[in-house]
């Protein structure tokens, strides 16, 4: 069982930074692929970066690749979302997600995933 909980979200100028914090119960957390989704009222939840469990691999989807990082510190059971440069379009609440076997983009395949954090970008 791994639970996770947000946080480090806020409201922020366009251009702006913020780093978002997800940390995680279970001893097994490092074993887990984590990734970052974001939703907007009315639509779907969408990728927006995972991290493999040793921290070698990451993928971003388009929109955020050169502004966000995803690092992760197992030591402090701890997946970050470092978002530079934002822009107004990035205002959504961002859950964390963890995936066990698994590294990926698709939503089903993560097991846990946290409450979510706001993030808004105004203009």
């Known amino acids: 069982q791994v639970q996770l909980v947000e946080s480090g979200g806020g409201l922020v100028q366009a251009g702006g930074s913020l780093r978002l914090s997800c940390a995680a119960s279970g001893r097994t957390f490092s074993s887990y692929a984590t990734g970052w989704f974001r939703q907007a009222p009315g639509k779907e939840r969408e990728f927006v970066a995972v991290i493999s469990w040793s921290g070698d691999s990451t993928s971003y989807t388009d929109s955020v690749k050169g502004r966000f990082t995803i690092p992760r510190d197992n030591a402090k059971n701890t997946v970050y979302l470092q978002m530079n440069s934002l822009k107004p379009e990035d205002t959504d609440v961002y859950y964390c997600?963890?995936?066990?076997?698994?590294?990926?983009?698709?939503?089903?395949?993560?097991?846990?995933w946290g409450q979510g954090t706001q993030v808004t970008v105004s203009s």
């Open positions: 997600a963890a995936a066990k076997g698994v590294y990926g983009s698709s939503r089903r395949w993560y097991d846990y």
